[in-house]
């Protein structure tokens, strides 16, 4: 999940710098040197630039959040399979102990 995380967020800030580029391209008199057809291109590519952005951004997020929810191995208590904090020397459920022998 970590992989994924890292390389989902590495294309939304390229996303980002394209979009950056693509909203320099479309302003002021840029957009006016350039032909119909042209100006209508670049008028249309930050558009779904934007857009693309937005929903890497918002993939990036959720991600994000449910990567915090996943349980991790260590706590769970091993003999009732309850959840534990981190700092707990029993367990709330069970009674079992996470101290060291």
Do not use: Q
């Not at 979009?19 to 042209?38: F, K, T």
């Not at 706590?75 to 459920?93: A, M």
């Amino acid at each position: 999940m970590k992989k994924f995380r890292l390389i989902l967020a590495a294309v939304t800030a390229a996303e980002g710098i394209y979009m950056i580029y693509a909203n320099w391209s479309v302003r002021g008199y840029h957009l006016l040197e350039m032909n119909a057809a042209a100006g209508h291109r670049a008028a249309v590519t930050y558009r779904w630039a934007v857009v693309l952005f937005l929903i890497l951004l918002g993939a990036d997020i959720a991600a994000g959040i449910l990567s915090g929810r996943r349980i991790h191995k260590k706590n769970i208590c091993p003999v009732c399979k309850g959840r534990r904090r981190e700092k707990d020397k029993f367990c709330r459920h069970c009674g079992h102990s996470f101290l060291p022998k």
